[in-house]
């Protein structure tokens, strides 16, 4: 469970042994770069990996939970409890509103569509009133989204997710914040969207979602055909970066041994 | 100390339709599930139902209890979306008003606290004051002019929270991972019911956890049950965990009318002892 200490971080790693899911889980675990003394909150299992792959190797001081109510140190498989001698802090849930109410936290959720400022639906699909199919409802996305950085998993790219307008805004993307004005545009931050086939940020004209890059083996062609908008595409769009040596360590050997990482995303 | 204990039939007896009542817990952790039993078992109707909404609202829809609902989220947990809200919402037949997480915190705190509303930043630029057009701003009143939601105070007619441990006057304890927001719905009714795992004499209460377990004052709770296993099939730990095995065998028969039919047969058409030896009796049947 621990993080070993005899692993060279630049040892050299063969594109071909590197998996879909491993290329979303580092461009994932790249949303907290730079957060410092944070609470990350992953939802779902790659975004989880990804936190805690992050925390391992290049971003040591983020805040962790198991989802519960504890804080922890240390690095832990998915599914795993640590011992309660990693346990650094008191989190149950209205300590959870605090942190994200002071803005020391940076949430990624999975939005069932996102619109092309980041505006996202976790709700309800169809009408309000009468939705066609009710979702989770707007949870703390509308919280979240006003008051710390958020970022987005989608393990399914395609034009239902991503869609010209969203039926229910339960987190507030850009145009939204810059209608409010004052507090709500000065902290909205939708940091990146990371899907099965590309990494997105919002650097495009006024906010608006822009391709960063592509995973290997994924064209241009087939983001743009999977997104139901225009997305702003540079006329140079790298490929996604490879994991280090490390992160694939710490991902294969401690935090997803069991490969949980496959059944969220298929290439 | 004056004697609180009720059964829950007592307590159910208190309520009236068409009262604003709050569930404590989260999702499908802590529920007064033998609470949320009895009023399904009552005559009860037209109530609004304000809660971190889990199988306990599921079961209110269900029963054709509630007319109106305020949460963040109806959750199952283990299981994302709670089939008879889902079901509801889809065919149209409750009302609700849909707030972020935070804002029923703030309603609740409100309310406990004689305010009239207190100013949030969540739900502003959302659809959250879309759907809700009753929900106002507010500007402060300071130099820096900032606009916030007017989170208005969440007035309860009755609380219904579910704690492990309670004397006989109300002092209640949680001994498990979270308080949840149960110190609040108690705080915001005019009158809170707490149902509890076992009702021990007040010299026990610091023997079981640290003082700061001790959530729920006895000045604020009008009734105390006593309710082994009745959060069941929610968590309640430490005393038990959620019956995830039970909680799939709910989600499965409220997919389909034929198969809630039977499962209310089975479970629900008798007391809670009865639903408690059905529980036990399946329990048992699944280690066989």
Known sequence: MSVQEDVRPDAPVDPETVTRAEFCIAACADAWRGDGEILASPMMTVPTIAARTARASFEPDLLLSDGESRLYTGTWAIGETPPLDRVEGYVPFRRIFDILWSGKRHVMMSPSQVDRFGNANISALGEFAR????????????????????????????????????????????????????????????????TNLAVLDFGGPDHTMRLVSVHPGVTVDQVVEATGFALDVPADVPESRLPTAEELRIIREVVDPRGLRDKEVRA | MADKRMTEDEVV??????????????????????????????????????????????????????????YGFVSLDSIPLEPHFRAAREGGTVTVSEWDEGMLQWGLYAAASRLSFLPLRSGLGSDVPIVNPDLRTVTSPYADGTEYLAVPALHLDAALVHLNRADASGNGQYLGPDAYFDDLFCGAAERAYVSCERIVPTAELTAAGPVQSLLVRRSEVAGVVEAPNGAHFTTCEPDYGRDEAFQREYAQAAADPEAWAAFTAHYLSGDEASYQAAVAASTLEAVR
């Open chain 1, 131 to 194: 939705p066609t199919r009710q979702l989770l409802g707007v949870r703390g996305a509308p919280g979240n989204t006003v008051n710390h950085p958020t970022s987005y998993w989608v393990p399914k790219h395609s034009t239902r997710v991503f869609v010209e307008r969203v039926d229910m805004v339960a987190g507030v993307g850009y145009d939204r914040a810059s209608a409010v004005g004052g507090d709500v545009e000065r902290d909205v931050e939708i940091r990146r969207i990371v």
């Open chain 2, 13 to 70: 007896a208190e309520l009236r339709s068409g009262m604003t009542i709050g569930i404590g817990g989260w999702g499908s952790r802590r529920k007064p599930m033998s609470l949320v039993r009895a009023i399904c078992r009552s005559d009860l109707h037209d109530l609004t139902v304000i809660a971190y909404g889990g199988p306990d609202v599921g079961l209110l829809l269900a029963a054709g209890k509630a007319k109106r609902l305020v």
